[in-house]
């Protein structure tokens, strides 16, 4: 639900992994107020202020539909690790 909801905000899919205006790093970089909460810490019922913010912030430096895919496509994959737990971004 919560990788649904964040990747909603960007919702194209995504033929390639790496972003033109905005990196995947920086991607990254950026999705961590959302990693408590997507790892299912703290209060479940409000999405952190900081991580919508944040969301909104990516979504703002996508300029072309090819920004937002390759955008999509780092989110989907950032969200799809922490679900196994594999991904330490610091």
Not at 11 to 33: E, L
Not at 53 to 68: L, P, Y
Not at 77 to 83: D, G, I, N, S, Y
Request: glycine fraction near 8%; charged fraction near 25%; aromatic fraction near 4%.
């Amino acid at each position: 639900m919560v990788v649904s909801t964040l990747l909603l905000l960007i919702s194209h899919s995504a033929t390639r992994s790496d972003v033109g205006v905005i990196g995947c790093n920086d991607v990254r970089s950026k999705a961590k107020p959302c990693l408590s909460y997507s790892e299912g810490k703290g209060d479940q019922n409000v999405v952190p202020p900081a991580c919508c913010g944040e969301m909104r912030n990516i979504s703002d430096e996508a300029k072309t539909a090819e920004d937002k895919k390759g955008i999509y496509n780092c989110l989907k994959h950032v969200f799809q690790m922490l679900k196994k737990g594999l991904i330490d971004i610091c």
